[in-house]
């Protein structure tokens, strides 16, 4: 078996991305980065890198590439905090639970988790309860990435409502339906989150007029294109 990292993956990189508190005067105010994986196009690296994170040696590379990146851009910077996302083939490692324990020993509560929606196979339904609890036995913060996307079912993010602190909501999911369908879901979801105390970002956000419409809400965080993103320096 070749156990060589693709030459594609080598050249990994990360950038962060600002997720903001917006006011009504349009005052936006960084309230954390997400850390976001970048080929050497600055483009998502795809299905070549995801199928990496199923294996021990890709995982490896990962946490090289987010380690350095995260200590680039905490060390001496206190006030920063910065959303790792997690694949959850990624928790069947005992590599990345050990770098995670690190990161979390090292900066605590200036390193959160996102918990995406891709799943390689199908599980039981309480398939991913331990390991979420584990990370939040361990004191991360957790967040719930793209709701009502793969797997982060409604009934996923039920059961995870006494361990998450927040949920995100992509605006590019309803890219195809009309005005009134896509206002329909992010009121359904920001409901569900007022409901249950959860911070909500929406994600997907490429004008002003998506700007104004979501600002204001001291619940509400914003985050995309508009906003641009952030180097590795922040």
């Given amino acids: ?72 851009v905490l060390v001496d910077h206190p006030q920063r905090k910065i959303y790792i996302n997690l694949e959850p083939c990624q928790m069947e490692f005992s590599n990345v639970w050990a770098f995670l324990d690190t990161i979390y020993q090292r900066y605590h509560n200036q390193v959160a988790i996102e918990i995406t929606e891709r799943r390689e196979t199908i599980h039981s339904l309480d398939y991913l309860d331990d390991e979420i609890h584990r990370l939040k036995d361990m004191g991360y913060e ?63 956000i490429a004008n002003r007029e998506l700007v104004q419409k979501f600002a204001g809400n001291p619940m509400v965080l914003q985050q995309g294109f508009y906003w641009g993103k952030c180097s590795a320096n922040i």
């Avoid at 006494?162 to 206002?183: A, G, M, P, W, Y």
């Fill in 1 to 72: 078996m070749n156990n060589q990292i693709a030459p594609d993956l080598v050249k990994l990189h990360n950038i962060f991305q600002p997720i903001l508190r917006v006011d009504h005067h349009l005052h936006a105010k960084v309230d954390a980065y997400e850390m976001l994986m970048r080929d050497a196009k600055g483009t998502f690296p795809g299905i070549q890198f995801l199928h990496s994170l199923t294996t021990q040696k890709g995982n490896n590379n990962w946490i090289d590439i987010s380690q350095q990146a995260l200590d680039q």
């Fill in 142 to 204: 957790l967040a719930i990435d793209d709701v009502c996307a793969g797997s982060n079912s409604y009934a996923f993010i039920v059961r995870q409502l006494s361990v998450i602190h927040r949920i995100k909501l992509s605006l590019l999911i309803f890219r195809n339906e009309d005005q009134e369908t896509r206002r329909n879901f992010v009121n359904a979801w920001q409901t569900f989150a007022l409901h249950h105390h959860l911070d909500f970002v929406i994600e997907g």
